[in-house]
């Protein structure tokens, strides 16, 4: 099909998967039918989320998810990225409402991928402790034992390094506490909780099993060897910290002495072979050295005693979030982890990658999609072993500390009536992925 850029999308290989993505607690809704998590005791303190919103209906998907399930298909994907929510398997009958979703995907043979945890945490359960990792082993176990069956590919965590970051470094996220670097053992625990998931799933008959972790390219805000070395360690905080120990088995230099525990047995668990690895992407981040001052980035406050601090991004567009455009990032990163991994890289799958822009005929989004799936397609010709694509997301949602100001669907929602209508984006998509049939 013909597209902003006067050339139709070139052709993926077959069998590539494509997909959308979403997330329990940001559109199920339903919380009286589930326990509460730790983002449930978060959105009720007062200031921590911009709208004053909670997540207690969001999109009610719980109750609308057939409607979804038919958008899925009529989009023409052939794969559905979601969350099972910790909180609501714990609950009488919480794996019920996720059969009927996985019964209903497959009779619209849209392959079901759900990821086992994507932030929700049970509200009695706290990852600076290390035997919530062997919790949520025991939790992925029972999940596995009812929808295995039709359920083939996994996802073990979301994000860790987000989770760790913003909701345990900084406080900006649910739990919100501000630990900085003393936040380093929740990034083990997440990814000693990964391995042994691995394990449980494997014991269960899983055969293709993947984890989604969010990379970007770091940029030195210059050539100055402070600005370097600043933008080396947040790139190592943010990408190889969560990337080597599960495809290499150790830590870079200087972290392994930071962790609790038994690191050196731990990071066999860690390192379990996984079929493919899955990248969240959105953006560069432009690094250089700390500035002694707090800087507001993102609406995320950088503390002053950070070592490196967060530059703008000048010379490219932004979205509605005021995240930089910038669609070749995502083929340096993939290049990246290619030099950088070796055979040691499993088949890689995008696991994220989308905008916030407000209204329904939605060209900005539409352009940003073009972009990244072009540059895609360049990692692909550079010899990345890309399997396949996910936008995030389906519908526009809860959006963490955000609340519903930001909207990130293809299909817009009115929270006030609940009604869908699908974006001027759902459907050039459509069309994209009738032109690779």
């Known amino acids: 099909?013909?597209?902003?850029?006067?050339?139709?999308?070139?052709?993926?290989?077959?069998?590539?998967?494509?997909?959308?993505?979403?997330?329990?607690?940001?559109?199920?809704?339903?919380?009286?039918?589930?326990?509460?998590?730790?983002?449930?005791?978060?959105?009720?303190?007062?200031?921590?989320?911009?709208?004053?919103?909670?997540?207690?209906?969001?999109?009610?998907?719980?109750?609308?998810?057939?409607?979804?399930?038919?958008?899925?298909?009529?989009?023409?994907?052939?794969?559905?990225?979601?969350?099972?929510?910790?909180?609501?398997?714990?609950?009488?009958?919480?794996?019920?409402?996720?059969?009927?979703?996985?019964?209903?995907?497959?009779?619209?043979?849209?392959?079901?991928?759900?990821?086992?945890?994507?932030?929700d945490l049970p509200a009695d359960l706290d990852w600076l402790d290390r035997d919530t990792a062997a919790r949520f082993a025991e939790y992925v176990a029972l999940v596995a034992g009812r929808l295995g069956d039709r359920v083939s590919r996994w996802i073990t965590l979301n994000e860790p390094a987000e989770h760790t970051l913003l909701g345990h470094a900084l406080g900006v996220h649910a739990p919100g506490r501000r630990l900085l670097f003393d936040a380093l053992p929740v990034a083990h625990h997440q990814l000693l909780a990964h391995g042994l998931a691995v394990r449980a799933?494997?014991?269960?008959?899983?055969?293709?099993?993947?984890?989604?972790?969010?990379?970007?390219?770091?940029?030195?805000a210059s050539t100055e060897a402070a600005d370097v070395e600043a933008a080396d360690f947040y790139d190592l905080l943010l990408n190889r910290l969560f990337a080597d120990p599960l495809l290499l088995g150790r830590y870079p230099d200087g972290i392994e002495a930071l962790m609790p525990g038994d690191v050196e047995a731990d990071l066999k668990v860690i390192a379990e072979p996984?079929?493919?690895?899955?990248?969240?992407?959105?953006?560069?981040?432009?690094?250089?050295?700390?500035?002694?001052?707090?800087?507001?980035?993102?609406?995320v406050t950088m503390p002053a005693e950070l070592?490196?601090?967060?530059?703008?991004?000048?010379?490219?567009?932004?979205?509605d979030f005021g995240w930089p455009v910038v669609p070749e990032g995502l083929t340096e990163v993939l290049t990246a982890f290619r030099d950088r991994y070796g055979d040691r890289l499993p088949p890689v799958v995008i696991t994220e990658n989308?905008?916030?822009?407000?209204?329904?005929?939605?060209?900005?989004?539409?352009?940003?999609?073009?972009?990244?799936?072009?540059?895609?397609?360049?990692?692909?010709?550079?010899?990345?072993?890309?399997r396949g694509y996910f936008v995030w997301s389906l519908l526009d949602n809860f959006e963490w500390a955000e609340g519903y100001e930001r909207?990130?669907?293809?299909?817009?929602?009115?929270?006030?009536?609940?009604?869908?209508?699908?974006?001027?984006?759902?459907?050039?998509?459509?069309?994209?992925?009738?032109?690779q049939r």
């Open 201 to 220: 799933l494997r014991a269960a008959g899983a055969t293709d099993i993947g984890i989604a972790n969010s990379h970007g390219p770091t940029w030195a």
């Open 1 to 119: 099909m013909a597209t902003d850029a006067g050339t139709p999308i070139p052709r993926f290989p077959p069998g590539f998967l494509w997909g959308v993505s979403t997330s329990a607690h940001q559109i199920e809704g339903a919380a009286e039918l589930r326990e509460p998590s730790v983002w449930d005791a978060f959105t009720a303190e007062p200031g921590r989320v911009k709208d004053g919103s909670t997540a207690a209906v969001a999109c009610d998907h719980f109750h609308r998810h057939r409607e979804d399930v038919a958008l899925l298909a009529d989009l023409g994907v052939n794969a559905y990225r979601f969350s099972v929510s910790w909180p609501r398997v714990r609950s009488e009958g919480g794996l019920d409402f996720y059969d009927r979703l996985v019964d209903d995907l497959c009779a619209a043979d849209v392959r079901p991928v759900p990821t086992l945890f994507h932030w």
């Open 307 to 319: 070592p490196f601090s967060v530059r703008e991004i000048e010379g490219h567009p932004v979205t």
């Open 407 to 435: 909207r990130f669907g293809l299909v817009h929602v009115d929270y006030a009536t609940q009604r869908r209508t699908p974006k001027a984006s759902y459907r050039w998509l459509r069309d994209v992925l009738r032109a």
């Open 354 to 386: 989308g905008c916030s822009y407000p209204g329904v005929d939605d060209q900005d989004r539409i352009a940003y999609l073009d972009g990244h799936l072009r540059a895609l397609h360049r990692a692909l010709e550079a010899g990345v072993d890309v």
């Open 274 to 299: 996984i079929d493919w690895y899955g990248v969240n992407y959105y953006a560069p981040t432009r690094v250089g050295a700390p500035q002694g001052t707090e800087i507001d980035f993102g609406g």
